[in-house]
């Protein structure tokens, strides 16, 4: 990395970055400080599903702020920013505070991955309000401090994240651009209240779960059969490797102690459906993150469909419609 | 065993065995002729539910014939009863044919294990009606060899189920009469549909999912958590080991190979209830067989408050209740 240069002691910067979903799941870290993950991931970025971050950096302010939705936070949301902007000064050896200003553009904490999203976004903003002249890659590592998914929000389109074995080596790439596959993800919102366990928790409890080896002995299989499923653009082969992952990361999660269970009613009954209308050819299939809504993956000329099915299906809140999405970037102030 | 004598050619019997539901699971058989599980389980007889079969044995019948509920069966139920006979024949080394009449006091298929009911009266009013003189621990390897859970039907009270290694060694026994523990089994039912897979189905689906072997790999130490907790009668240990033995194997369900998903909304809502009735102090757990219906296993003096509560939830359909019930016996002609 190229590291801080010490010559600036202020700064400040605008960043967006994406949310992503993940076709291969991150559940569980070989190492929970740095978030390096026990296996490789899949995913696809967002559209119109960001986090628009501005940061003021500089050695003379006096502590760390944050203001989350226009709101200032104090508790919880501030203790994890101020531990990440610790670990990120302590590793990247500079001083100084942060006046962070993050807003989502859609609901916080429903299992959407606000986190991936706001830390790329934060991660980018550091990089160049510090002017640590980071490369995509290290950008990548820098956003997986915050939080593991983050890394995968940095690079764009189609995206891989490589385990890796230390803070260098664990960091996310495109595999395929934004317009490789036009495919859509279709949310159907079950809930939007905050879920009762964060994903870092969560990460925290994988191993507790007597089917987490069985989850992880051929998650290299898996891996590589939704890239390829990905770039040979076989919907078939997709969906059913995604859905697969899907459930043996719920399956772990259900399983572990304490359990987690992130399924709502309304969640299986989308699942149901999802299943069913598969077979009767409409080429759509469902996958689930730490939360109860249903990312339904379908492709472009299903998504009308699929978005109004939705709709008319009991327990569905709302139905959110997201296209693939390039990287994070900076915007002008 | 005793074993047919060869003295006689008719005989008639009556029998009734109840159902069962287990609070340690039975899912994949290391031999799927002879229904020989890769686990031990454990199980509590449950009244009111029972399988009434009255059956004419004898060397003058030219063929096995089934009337179900009151029906001829002539399709997939009468040739599963004729392979079970057919097997029977082999083993115990006897001819003549059987005219089966079966009736049930639940709704067939739904996940209240009828299988379980149906070929326990059948073993037991096969032994009557042909003179087999079998011990009840050789009565319960004869109703295993039609539907494995079927074994723990034919002991009564609470019930454990040795996995065993050989038609002989493969049986269940009492582990405490049936007022040891005044348990109520208060049945949510979700569905009254048959199931889309059946549990015979089932159990040659368990080797194919990843998560089978973690699954199995501590099940000992939740078979003997079990046990000790219903001996000691300390709920709190025995909600928490019944609810995860039961999550474990649906979590092998669902990630097996075609998946099977029993789970609906309306059993993921009950579910949630449950748990957080429990929180509350009420003394309840659940448990779901191959099936939708939620078996909310609790005290009692809790059986109303969970009973009325039941019936107050979406997609409750029914609610029914059993208490702890006795072994197959024989009902007077």
């Known amino acids: 990395m190229e590291g801080y ?3 600036q002691h202020s700064g400040t910067a605008h960043a967006r970055a994406f949310s992503n979903i993940a076709f291969i799941k991150y559940w569980g870290n070989q190492d929970h400080r740095l978030r390096l ?3 490789s ?3 696809m970025n967002l559209s119109g599903l960001y986090s628009d971050t501005v940061v003021e950096w500089g050695t003379h302010l006096e502590q760390d702020t944050l203001v989350l939705n226009g709101k200032v936070a104090t508790s919880e949301a501030l ?3 101020v531990t990440y902007l610790d670990l990120v000064r302590e590793l990247y050896k500079f001083d100084g505070y942060f006046a962070v200003s993050s807003s989502n553009t859609f609901p916080t904490g429903a299992g959407i991955a606000s986190s991936a999203s706001g830390f790329a976004a934060l991660a980018f903003a550091i990089n160049q309000s510090v002017g640590l002249q980071l490369s995509e890659r290290e950008l990548s590592t820098l956003a997986r401090l915050g939080s593991g998914s983050a890394s995968r929000s940095i690079p764009g389109g189609f995206v891989q994240w490589h385990q890796g074995n230390d803070h260098a080596s664990s960091y996310a790439e495109t595999i395929a651009p934004m317009d490789h596959w036009d495919l859509v993800d279709v949310i159907a919102i079950i809930s939007k209240g905050h879920k009762a366990v964060g994903s870092t928790e969560g990460h925290g409890l994988a191993a507790t779960s007597v089917l987490q ?3 992880l002995k051929d ?3 898996r891996f590589h059969r939704c890239k390829q499923s990905l770039l040979s653009r076989d919907f078939d082969a997709f969906a059913e490797v995604v859905e697969y992952d899907s459930n043996l990361m719920h399956a772990v999660m259900m399983t572990s102690s304490p359990p987690l269970f ?3 009613p ?3 009954h989308v699942m149901q459906q999802v299943r069913q209308w598969r077979t009767e050819g409409l080429e759509v299939c469902f996958t689930l993150d730490a939360g109860p809504n249903v990312h339904c993956i379908c492709l472009s000329a299903a998504a009308p469909q699929v978005q109004s099915r939705l709709r008319e299906l009991e327990g569905v809140m709302d139905v959110l419609v997201a296209t693939p999405a390039g990287a994070a970037y900076s915007v002008e102030l």
Chains 1, 2 share one sequence.
């Open 79 to 81: 203790k994890r920013i």
């Open 266 to 268: 309304g969640s299986v």
């Open 213 to 215: 080896e069985g989850r």
């Open 219 to 221: 998650v290299d299989v």
């Open 41 to 43: 991931s899949v995913s």
């Open 5 to 7: 240069d010490g010559m």
């Open 37 to 39: 993950p026990v296996s």
């Open 262 to 264: 992130y399924w709502q």
